[in-house]
């Protein structure tokens, strides 16, 4: 009986540590990752990273505790005053180059299948920008930099056509098309 109640207890303790954890990597995950700043020292866009950890520490004590752990002027400008945060509003989250493109995606259709974009964020299969050359680029690839001028000058290819027309491009000699 007792034995029971205790396995019972443990199980009760180890959902609600599962629960708690998975609560907290995604709130983690809502700092991580690449924005764009402006480098106030020289006035010249930077890309940043937020430190995840410390943010997200400030968040449970109730206080803006915002840092950076990674910036393209490093290691030269290191130790810097990192007066860039104050660009960074009430949402961080917003600012992540990968949630501005998941964004972006969300509600197009694909220009080669027509197949519209759900939630593109997080997804393994990311999809893919086409140029007005024709070149095709990986949204994953895209430097946080051009994003603005990418999302304003580029078209939405979803993954499937992307690694099909990539593929098609490098190996013309395997592709046959069909009548
Ligand atoms: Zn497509």
């Known amino acids: 009986m007792y034995l029971s109640l205790y396995l019972l207890a443990a199980a009760a303790i180890i959902i609600v540590g599962y629960v708690a954890g998975v609560a907290l990597m995604r709130r983690y995950r809502r700092y991580e990752g690449e924005m764009t700043l402006t480098c106030p020292e020289n006035r010249e866009h930077v890309v940043v990273e937020l430190n995840p950890k410390r943010a997200l520490a400030g968040e449970i004590a109730g206080i803006d505790d915002l840092a950076l752990r990674a910036c393209t002027r490093w290691p030269e400008r290191a130790g810097c005053d990192e007066g860039c945060l104050d660009q960074v509003g009430a949402d ?35 999809p893919a920008f086409l140029d007005r050359d024709g070149a095709l680029i990986a949204s994953t690839d895209v430097d946080p930099r051009r994003l603005d001028i990418v999302l304003a000058t580029h078209l939405p290819v979803c993954w499937n056509c992307y690694s099909a027309e990539t593929f098609r491009r490098r190996h013309p000699e395997l592709v046959v098309e069909s009548a």
């Open 92 to 126: 961080p989250h917003a600012l992540l180059a990968r949630v501005r493109i998941a964004e972006w995606f969300e509600h197009k259709e694909c220009v080669l299948c027509g197949r519209e974009f759900k939630r593109v964020e997080d997804q393994e299969h990311q």
